[in-house]
């Protein structure tokens, strides 16, 4: 899928930003180097990447983000990867020798092109200033190293992302520069810059109804990204009043065919509460999104507080009578009524689940509680 098109409006914002800010292409450093030494190993994190079973192989995602990150990296776009990981947590992350990984939970959690956008072009800030770099030299523990490759390579590290958050964590200068440089390179490529602030603030409402105020200093979301004191406003003026694209239905149709499966992924992560300010968001934005009213219903379910049961009721009876939807929807449904000891509509919610998918995975479980059900 191709990018739309600079309109003319956003064509001021295209200067080229200072050469200060702008390296030229970087040459393979010679393997006696100990940069050398850093871009064989993240070669080889990267060829075991390719080989996990959590990429996402979609050619038009692919296309997508990689379209996307050259209209931001400009001459350095013949240099870089993009690599789309099914993990679901907010993050990219961008290596020396070039790779980059974009996670599905970013994915999910960003409302258009413009605030993809806002996040590639930080990390590709990273990668132009080689922050990564100097973290990495500053390292002296090899444990560390591993771990940190690891993160690129082997994405079943999620666990090991605290102990990542102390040793690369970027300095506050670091920050302030990728900030500063990325919001160059998006406003160059025509996007709105103010949709940097706007994802970072998103992102800290998930954070903060579980640990407060300093919740970006401690998730494991931002493990290797803290968001600094006042960010949002620091971006805000950055961004000035300059205008943009914000790309929001290029963006939705090329993730609408996972979509339904990363909210899936969010509601199997467990907590509850990040994920229900989440759906509650994107809910407030399109209130008649069928695969969030189920993702809601469900995580209300499986949380089962006070009234969560009714609440769930309520957005799955809503999801259900919406076209087209999802057919976990149903089954959703189904168990809330047997919940309920509501055994008539638990069967016609099962029956209309098994369907709409008649092959699906616990089709055999849904049988027996029908059975079960029935008088």
């Known amino acids: 899928m191709l990018l739309p098109q600079v309109p003319a409006f956003a064509q001021p914002a295209a200067a080229a930003p200072p050469a200060s800010l702008l390296p030229a292409r970087f040459a393979r450093p010679g393997l006696e180097t100990d940069e050398g030494g850093l871009w064989t190993l993240m070669d080889r994190e990267e060829t075991r990447l390719r080989r996990s079973s959590s990429v996402i192989r979609d050619p038009a ?5 990689s379209n996307l990150t050259c209209r931001l990296a400009g001459d350095h776009c013949v240099d870089v990867r993009v690599h789309a990981v099914r993990t679901p947590l907010f993050n990219a992350s961008m290596a020396p020798n ?10 999910l959690r960003v409302e258009n092109e413009a605030q993809l956008a806002a996040v590639v072009a930080h990390e590709m800030a990273h990668y132009l200033e080689r922050h990564t770099l100097e973290r990495l030299r500053s390292t002296k523990d090899r444990a560390a190293v591993a771990q940190f490759l690891g993160l690129f390579g082997l994405v079943g590290v999620i666990g090991q992302l605290g102990v990542l958050a102390g040793l690369f964590s970027f300095s506050r200068e670091q920050e302030s520069r990728a900030d500063q440089l990325g919001m160059q390179l998006m406003q160059r490529a025509g996007y709105d810059g103010r949709q940097a602030a706007q994802i970072w603030d998103n992102l800290l409402g998930e954070l903060k109804i579980k640990g407060g105020e300093d919740a970006g200093k401690r998730s494991l979301m931002m493990a290797t990204h803290p968001p600094t004191e006042n960010r949002r406003d620091d971006l805000l003026k950055l961004a000035g009043e300059v205008p ?4 929001a239905g290029e963006f939705r149709a090329v993730i609408t065919p996972h979509r339904l499966g990363w909210l899936e992924d969010e509601m199997r992560r467990g907590q509850y509460e990040e994920s229900l300010v989440l759906f509650d968001r994107m809910l ?13 219903g469900e995580v209300l379910r499986l949380r089962a507080g006070k009234n969560d049961l ?6 799955l009876l809503q999801a259900t009578a919406l076209q087209p939807a999802p057919a ?3 089954r959703a449904l189904g168990l809330v009524h047997r919940q309920r000891s509501d055994a008539a509509s638990a069967v016609q919610a099962f029956d209309k689940y098994l369907a709409l998918w008649p092959d699906a995975p616990d089709s055999g479980l849904i049988k027996t509680f029908i059975s079960e059900l029935k008088p």
């Open 61 to 65: 995602l692919a296309k997508y983000l």
């Open 98 to 107: 070039g790779m980059m990984q974009v996670w599905s939970g970013l994915l």
């Open 244 to 247: 943009g694209v914000l790309a």
């Open 284 to 296: 407030a934005s399109q209130p008649q999104d069928a695969q969030v009213l189920y993702a809601r």
């Open 310 to 315: 009714e609440r769930s009721l309520g957005d």
């Open 328 to 330: 976990e929807a149903f």
